[in-house]
């Protein structure tokens, strides 16, 4: 019996893969995806059965078009007419992507583009739209949001409230401030809680949304956006250059791509963009700076070698993600190339491909001979429309930097992958914490352009300094706003420097809960060998509670790598070790992003403290860390300072505020802390070995000659059992 699949039959019908499965599914045939198969007989049943309805429903659809458009549809008649409609209308009609009327033409629409609306303040717009018409007294505010770069102004209009009764309020706090000063947002909010109005700060990214769901109804089906990803010589990097050189429709050829960190290939049936840095740990980096630009994941699984570390972390990144992933099976042209083995052996990752009852699409290849591609290029296209990938090109442009780089003649140079709204020549803009104006846009052809529509790869020029692969690209009204967000996240910059983000710990985990930021604790776990992280991923997966879901994003055998503190910086997840170590540099990204690693020998020790920790029972262990001895070798009564002991340090050195125990004749006769430290007349902080000091012990007296002082200080460690 012949099988056809979905996405061939919607084909044929002419409608989209998501109406058809809606429509089978309505006919009670359940399939799981657009490459799920169908019999000739489910067919012909189905044809039947929407020609059948298709005649029933002939009256009730002239009853309804004698009704106008919008108005009163009677709602019986819905459900008879649409899946008629939906076949019928379309059919015979080739493929397309399904809104087709949208306008896709991007040119700046200044009336639907929201120029001159000011972002900011945003209630102001809903209560002023509610109040206008009544004219009534507006009702008392109680909560706003600001901007994070707010000036006293645009607080006022907030709250309601005069510029001048603000500026007074501010005067009154300490703060001497003119009308259109930037304020801090701290004291922004501050400020509000005054007028007895709690403030929230919004980023500038919050206020514009990215994703353009359903719900806007001017967005348009856009290109997906791909990242290769698989195991070192699978052939990533081969199969990035195949179809760079290959699948281009004539005409818009014009010169082999350049590389700016993405290029678009264009196909008879719809437009696919690759980024261009294969692989997890650029994915996840992107990620761990809060980008999200990849919609799909292309899994590249070399048919001699099979599934790889590599290639299970890389599904792991992708899941921690969420997003699809498509298999491709590569070097199919070896003679030891066996994809079966690869489809086996990914089915322990949850990828079963869809010819075995599955969810994933394997498309098998060669880089090499450029075999398959044109097919894995349908699949992704395919994907893309089932995943509905939509933005609205007539708005201010949204995007992520890709790369940026300062060039000789041009200067600071970026590639923006545009993500919603449209870019043009001369649109002023926010990136990370620099504000600028686009001079000029070029595309992945190196070809001069004056827009760029969503999902569009582009260099930007006109940068004022060099963004970080990964920042947001924002265009704002007006050149003078952002600056004014520039100047705001620099200033927020200097301040945060120093202080590692605020990502979740074992110790702080149960604060978390209770406070309710957590609903579910990530953990990544890395053991010696891979019967451990089985074992450690099934007992603490026992201790999810209602309350706290404990889920483990990856598992894998060796030590702690910088791709695993990245993960779990991304996806703000914990990291556990068992009987292995993190590498130097993985321990050094960790401080930094602030990631917490645990490190244990002993499985019930580390369940023990996941247990402990989700209760608030997790006790911090302190190590003492000597820090060095001193002779007492006089003791001097001072007049209302007290007993100083007048000491020689023999080992280390002493500081002031440090812990430290008097010790007489190896009996510990106190323990506290070096209140004061002198050298000579001064206060000091320190002294080393070698150097007298003039040490004085907090709410005690009684030192005598020859006692020793032993300074040390207690360091918070990490549990290790
Ligand atoms: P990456 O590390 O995943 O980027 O792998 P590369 O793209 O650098 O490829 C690794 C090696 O595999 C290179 O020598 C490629 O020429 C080879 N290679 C890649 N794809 C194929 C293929 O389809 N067939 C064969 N025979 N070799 C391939």
């Not at 992520?400 to 000789?408: G, H, P, S, V, W």
């Not at 990530?522 to 060998?529: E, G, H, P, T």
């Amino acid at each position: 019996m012949a099988r056809v699949r979905v996405y061939e039959l919607a084909k044929r019908f002419g409608i989209t893969n998501k109406k058809l499965l809606e429509e089978f599914r309505k006919l009670g045939v359940e399939l799981k995806s657009h490459a799920s198969t169908v019999d000739d007989e489910t067919i012909a049943l189905f044809v039947n059965l929407t020609k059948k309805k298709d005649e029933d429903s002939k009256p009730v659809k002239q009853s309804v078009k004698s009704i106008p458009a919008k108005t009163a549809k009677p709602p019986a008649a819905k459900p008879v007419k649409k899946p008629v409609e939906t076949i019928r209308g379309k059919a015979g009609k080739p493929f397309v992507a399904k809104p087709v009327k949208q306008p896709v033409k991007t040119m700046r629409d200044k009336s639907t583009r929201p120029v001159k609306k000011k972002i900011l303040p945003k209630h102001k717009t809903a209560k002023n739209e509610a109040a206008k018409p009544e004219q009534v007294k507006t009702p008392a505010i109680t909560s706003i949001k600001l901007s994070e770069a707010v000036t006293v102004k645009e607080l006022a209009e907030s709250l309601s409230q005069k510029s001048n009764t603000v500026i007074k309020k501010l005067i009154n706090m300490g703060h001497l401030v003119s009308i259109n000063q930037l304020l801090d947002v701290d004291i922004a909010v501050k400020t509000a809680k005054e007028f007895g109005v709690e403030a929230q700060i919004i980023s500038l990214e919050q206020e514009i949304p990215v994703e353009d769901t359903g719900s806007d109804e001017q967005a348009v089906p856009r290109p997906p956006v791909v990242t290769i990803m698989g195991h070192v010589d699978h052939g990533k990097t081969l199969l990035l250059d195949a179809i760079r050189m290959t699948n281009v429709v004539d005409g818009e050829a014009g010169g082999i791509t350049q590389h700016i960190g993405a290029y678009k290939v264009a196909l008879k049936e719809g437009k696919v963009v690759f980024l261009d840095t294969p692989g997890h740990e650029a994915f996840t980096s992107m990620r761990a700076r809060g980008a999200k630009i990849t919609d799909i994941v292309v899994l590249v699984v070399a048919a001699d070698d099979g599934v790889m570390p590599q290639t299970i972390e890389a599904i792991n990144h992708a899941k921690a993600a969420q997003v699809p992933i498509i298999v491709a099976v590569n070097k199919i042209d070896k003679p030891e190339a066996d994809t079966d083995r690869v489809r086996q052996d990914l089915t322990k990752y949850g990828l079963v491909p869809e010819e075995w009852g599955g969810q994933t699409i394997f498309v098998d290849i060669s880089a090499k001979q450029k075999m398959g591609l044109e097919r894995l290029l349908e699949m992704l296209l395919l994907e893309a429309e089932m995943l509905e990938l939509k933005a609205n090109p007539k708005k201010f442009a949204q995007g992520t930097i890709i790369e940026a780089r300062l060039d000789k003649g041009r200067g600071s140079v970026g590639t923006v992958l545009v993500q919603s709204g449209t870019l043009h020549v001369s649109d002023a803009f926010v990136c990370g914490l620099y504000s600028g104006r686009v001079r000029a846009l070029f595309d992945d052809r190196g070809n001069k352009i004056n827009t760029a529509a969503p999902s569009t790869p582009v260099e930007v020029l006109g940068l004022t300094g060099i963004p970080q692969a990964g920042d947001a690209f924002v265009v704002v009204a007006n050149e003078r706003r952002a600056h004014q967000i520039a100047q705001a996240r620099q200033q927020k910059q200097r301040e945060q420097n120093l202080t590692p983000p605020n990502r979740i710990t074992l110790e702080d985990l149960h604060k978390q809960i209770k406070e309710g930021q957590v609903k579910e604790l990530k953990i990544i776990v890395k053991a010696d060998v891979q019967g451990s992280i089985e074992a450690v991923i099934e007992a603490l997966q026992k201790l999810s509670t209602n309350d706290v879901k404990i889920n483990s994003i990856h598992g894998s055998v060796g030590g702690i790598t910088e791709s695993d503190v990245m993960l779990a910086s991304a996806s703000n997840a914990i990291i556990v070790g068992f009987n292995v170590r993190p590498e130097v540099k993985a321990t050094v990204l960790a401080e930094r992003e602030g990631v917490d690693i645990n490190l244990y020998t002993v499985i019930y020790k580390l369940v023990a403290d996941v247990k402990a920790a989700m209760q608030g029972l997790l006790e911090p262990v302190y190590k003492e860390v000597f820090l060095g001895r001193a002779e007492v070798r006089e003791v001097f009564n001072i007049s209302k300072i007290g007993t100083i002991a007048g000491c020689y340090l023999t080992d280390g050195k002493a500081a002031r505020g440090a812990d430290c125990r008097l010790i007489r004749d190896n009996v510990v006769v106190y323990e506290g802390i070096c209140a004061s430290l002198r050298r000579f007349k001064d206060d000091v902080k320190e002294v080393i070995a070698g150097y007298e000091c003039g040490i004085g012990l907090e709410n005690f007296k009684d030192i005598k000659q020859g006692d020793v002082i032993e300074v040390y200080t207690q360091e918070k460690v990490k549990v290790t059992a």
